[in-house]
Structure formats: C-alpha cells, structure tokens
C-alpha cells in the first residue's frame, strides 16, 4: 500500500513566522503535490514537483515555496505566515502523469 | 477553460437508500482523465475511480457505480443501499492529458443516517 505521511495533522502558528510542512511517501512515486482544501472551493494546487529539484507552480503559489531535495520528501513552506492561510493542507503522490494520486492524512494549519 | 462542477453542496440520506453525487465538468481537451475521491471525517482522500475520455462504459463496483456521458460532460455516481459508512465528502476531479495540474470540484458532504 502506498503511503502518504504528513508531519504534523494540527498546527497553530503566528503571523509572520516560517512555517515548514512535511510530506513522505513511500513508493518511489515521481511526482508529489500540494494542494490546500477550503470549504466550498474544493482541492486547490499550490505546488507540483515531478522530478527531485524540479517544481512547478500550481493555480495559487503566491505566499509558497517548496522543496524537493529527495525523491520521497516535498516540503511546503510559508515564508511568512498570513491569516489568509489559515486551511487544510493536502499531499499527494502519483506513479504517472495523469494517475491516481495517494494522498496523506492532512495538515490543518491556524494562523494566528 | 476546465472547470468541475458538483451542484449539490451537501446531501442527507436516510441509511438503504440510493443516491446519486452529480458531476459535470468541461474542458477543450479530447483526450482527459475523470476521478472520483472519497474524503472520510479522518481527512485523507482515498480513490475510487479513474475513467479515460475514451472510455464511457459505466462501471460498477459493488454497491458503488459511475455513469459516464460525454454527450452531456457529466461524470455520475451513484451508491446504492447507502450505509452509515459511506458519509464523507466525495469530490470529482479532471485531469487534462499530459498535465499536472488536476481540477478538482468543490465536494459534496453526504450524511447518510441510520
């Protein structure tokens, strides 16, 4: 079974502060995810990376940046923490292109 | 532009009935991928299905099935004899070919009581 972890599932932050979120998966999937999950608007995409060290922006990049270093980890970061940030934040994995993607558990993030 | 639309924002069932989550989507592309995902209260979405454009048999999967029509760019589901467990955000998702970039609609929360 895939697996999808994620640093933390609860996080309270205050503005300004960098904030680093962590995402694992365990089956070597080329490309990982960032998405951030808003009531009514659904899944939205930060961040992608298909390859290590390679990343492209998503619909809503502006206020992140990611990192992928190793194949298996994909951080999200938030240079500096907003209130407008205040969500849910989701990392997935997939094997292709177009694929299933493997998501984790979530992180949900309070910015104060 | 793509877009994913599910209308209903939430739905209420009473436990053996059936219901139907509606999905429409659009898109330019010829060739796309349609995904549904469950979201339990846990918070970790789990796949249920993937369809290529190509592809518009329907599916069925015990008591879950999906209707595809391109005619009408909608991407059904339907859960038959719901149960208490079957409550959670269900959301549809389009993946245009050759991208990344995955539209997912807005969900909708469905409450199955007992």
């Known amino acids: 079974d895939v697996k999808v972890t994620q640093s933390s599932r609860y996080l309270v932050k205050r503005t300004g502060e960098k904030v680093f979120l962590e995402c694992v998966q365990d089956?070597?999937?080329?490309?990982m995810f960032w998405y951030r999950q808003d009531p009514g608007l659904g899944l939205r995409l930060i961040y992608f990376?298909?390859?290590?060290?390679?990343?492209e922006k998503g619909d809503i990049p502006e206020g992140y940046s990611v990192s992928r270093e190793k194949k298996e980890r994909f951080s999200l970061i938030l240079e500096s923490a907003s209130t407008n940030q205040t969500s849910m934040y989701l990392c997935?994995?997939?094997?292709?292109?177009?694929?299933?993607?493997?998501f984790g558990p979530g992180t949900r993030l309070l910015v104060l | 532009a793509q877009k994913v639309t599910q209308a209903q924002t939430e739905i209420s069932v009473v436990e053996k009935e059936d219901v139907t989550l509606d999905c429409v989507y659009e898109?330019?592309?010829?060739?796309?991928?349609l995904f549904w995902y469950k979201q339990p209260p846990s918070g970790e979405l789990v796949f249920l299905i993937r369809?290529?454009?190509?592809?518009?048999q329907n599916e069925i999967s015990g008591r879950y099935s999906w209707n595809f029509q391109k005619s009408t760019s909608s991407f059904n589901f339907t859960i038959t004899a719901s149960q208490v467990v079957d409550s959670a955000v269900y959301f549809c998702?389009?993946?245009?070919?050759?991208?990344?970039?995955?539209?997912f609609g807005a969900g909708t929360r469905l409450f199955v009581k007992a």
């Open positions: 998702a389009l993946d245009p070919a050759g991208g990344f970039k995955t539209i």
């Open positions: 369809r290529n454009s190509f592809d518009e």
């Open positions: 898109t330019r592309d010829t060739t796309y991928y």
């Open positions: 990376s298909y390859d290590v060290k390679m990343k």
């Open positions: 089956m070597d999937h080329e490309n």
């Open positions: 997935a994995s997939s094997l292709e292109r177009e694929g299933t993607q493997y």
